[in-house]
């Protein structure tokens, strides 16, 4: 069958709202005009008489959530069961399975449940180091694999040389653009499971989205105490959270209340925080008055945590999928398992940020499993990779490429080019010029028409 009728041409509006605001306003939705993605848990129906085409929901999130019942008080205990029950369900395979370890808190716990299950058998870990010993974990990782008889560990050395000669191939098996040469540092990892010969790897996403362990969800934990009276409790967990959590948690209860302000207010504050407004070309700056901005964030601890999934989440998912399924590996996410998503996400939020602690009942539950320096590490970090010191290694390159390289007709070149050459302290920012970059080149290998 022919599929001339699809072609690379790119949907305008989407295209300002991701660069704007880093995603479009739908979840499912995506850059090209010409191609529709189905959302999460719908079949496609497609009549064989008159070949309509509907979709239809098979689950909801939201309403097993509001039904849900706890059977039993014994929450930590309950939690670690769910979660072990799924490590066991992750590890059927009838081909060798690994894991990847960043050293952080979901990682480390997979590795904690799942280590013990394999018996004798060897489990391979696979962890991304860096010489900039600011992001790298892998002392941590050293730490888990040190615990564990039966671990064969494995580390790679993302380098933005490698990033950079890579970059084509990268961009294809993406399909769309990325948010950050973080996903790069997850390519490497599972480029290094298929040399090691490891066809299925357990990943640990899902965790900070059930469990609140994004920093935000300390802003939204104290706004509710505040919002119900529970002043002494907010004065205690404030300062708990800034010791043990956070400690720019008056900055993220600041951006908990971002999401209470009039969408005209959020527009006028994201548009100063961001560098994305200033990508786009004088000549279509008035359709940044058109798009929506995202709702990535909700306004109690609850509804952050559906909204992370239903956003932030599916774009993770997708870089993991694309960058397993490049080297021919099945990654698996135990911290998913419906059972236990609902079992998180419906419980009370003392059980998630506990005594300025993130992810409790997660500590709790693997706290007689793993070292101690590793279930009360305060940091996190995630797939980070060194973006400044990348951008000014590859500074002289990256401006070259973006003099030479057509760009599409709403973006700012000029913009670009000054930023090529700045220097940016922010993360946020980093991650946006890195965007940019990868948004360029992905217009550039799929010959995206506009």
Known sequence: MSLEFITSKANYISVIEYISYGSTSTPSGNLY????????????????CNFSVTKEEYYNLNSRISDYSFQDLNFAERFGTLFEQSIKLHLVSDVPVGTCLSGGLD?????????????????KTFTASYEDKAIDESGYAKAVSAHFKNIDPYYTFPNIENYWAELDKFTWYQDLPVHSTSMYAQWEVMKLAHHEKIKVVLNGQGSDEILGGYYNFAGIYLIELMKKGKWNSFIREYKNCRKNFTPTVLKDIGRAFYYFLPGHF??????????GPAFISKEFRNQLKEVK?????????????????KYGLQNLLRYEDRNSMAFSVESRVPFLDHRLVEFSI????EWKVKEGWSKYILRKAVEPRLPKQVVWRKNKMGFLTPQKGWKRKLQEQLTDYVSQTPLPPLFDKKSMLQLCSSDLNEASHLSEFWKMISFIKWAEVFKVTF
């Open 107 to 123: 990682s480390s716990s997979i590795v904690a449940f799942a280590a013990p299950l394999t018996g004798k058998s060897t489990f």
């Open 346 to 349: 419906a419980l009370d939020n």
């Open 266 to 275: 959020q527009q006028i504050i994201r548009a100063e925080k961001r560098l």
């Open 293 to 309: 901005i995202p709702e990535r964030g909700g306004k109690n601890f609850r509804d952050n945590s559906l909204q992370s999934i």
């Open 33 to 48: 005009s010409d191609i529709c993605q189905l959302p999460p848990a719908h079949n496609l129906i497609i009549d064989l």
